[in-house]
């Protein structure tokens, strides 16, 4: 058993866009079961959406870099084979593990190898990364925002609490969330869009709208997951139109 402790940096995106956070860079630090530090890894990753420039600035990564950079398929087998056969995946925060099963559906890779034995650190210490650091006297070491080193210093506090690696109260994915988490402002903003122009919009109208058509082909939605996103649209319109919502599940259209 290897215990690996990741970070990941994301690009970011605006809260109204319908393109994923997408990874930009994983840092990982691999661990025996002595908790001894056996290897590491670090990889940028070109990104396949636009760049958000606050986020590079936030992590100090450069667009030249990241445009140098192998795909996220390619490093991700990387890392895969990095992580080996037998270990735990620990990070700060679930953000990182839901982030990556985003990447893998994006890019249509099987997600089994990361589905299981996701350990989230954030729940055995207060505050974010630097904030746990300084609580237990300890200094950031390295760059901040450099997911190697970001993973290095979470490594730092997990020493103080090796037992944490035999907890057992695992990230569970969310099927749902991972379906409809970045369509769920766009639908909102359509919802209200609606109203201002004294109509009710019916599911079947958002459905062939381009970027909700554009989502679906990001995401590589199947039929069963389109029906997560009406779900998810069912439940705004509910709370938007109230009782007259019945009108739009009967496809008859109110102005």
């Known amino acids: 058993m290897h215990y690996i402790v990741m970070d990941m940096e994301f690009n970011g995106r605006r809260h109204y866009d319908i393109y994923p956070m997408e990874t930009i860079e994983i840092g990982a630090v691999k661990l025996n079961e002595q908790l001894e530090i056996v290897d590491t890894f670090q990889s940028f990753i070109r990104p396949k959406f636009p760049l958000n420039r606050f986020a590079l600035q936030f992590c100090g990564i450069t667009e030249e870099t990241l445009l140098k950079s192998k795909p996220f398929e390619v490093v991700i087998e990387k890392f895969k084979k990095f992580c080996g056969s037998d270990f735990k995946l620990i990070a700060w925060g679930g953000s990182d593990f839901f982030t990556l099963l985003v990447d893998c559906k994006v890019n249509r890779i099987k997600n089994e190898w990361v589905t299981t034995h996701l350990l989230d650190m954030t729940r055995f210490f207060e505050?974010?990364?630097?904030?746990a650091l300084e609580d237990h006297g300890l200094h950031f070491i390295g760059q901040s925002h450099s997911a190697l080193d970001d993973a290095l210093n979470a490594v730092h506090l997990l020493m103080l609490k090796p037992g944490l690696v035999n907890d057992t109260n695992y990230f569970i994915p969310d099927p749902f969330?991972?379906?409809?988490g970045g369509i769920k402002k766009w639908i909102q903003i359509s919802?209200?869009?609606a109203l201002q122009?004294?109509?009710?919009?019916?599911?079947?109208?958002?459905l062939r709208d381009q970027n909700t058509q554009k989502y679906i082909s990001i995401m590589n939605l199947t039929d069963n997951e389109i029906g997560m996103v009406q779900k998810l649209f069912n439940k705004f319109a509910q709370m938007k139109y109230g009782s007259k919502f019945h009108f739009i599940r009967s496809n008859s259209a109110i102005s």
């Not at 505050?127 to 904030?131: E, K, S, W």
């Not at 122009?197 to 958002?206: E, H, P």
């Open 177 to 180: 969330k991972i379906c409809t």
């Open 127 to 131: 505050g974010g990364l630097q904030q």
């Open 191 to 193: 919802l209200d869009e």
């Open 197 to 206: 122009n004294n109509r009710m919009l019916r599911w079947d109208d958002f």
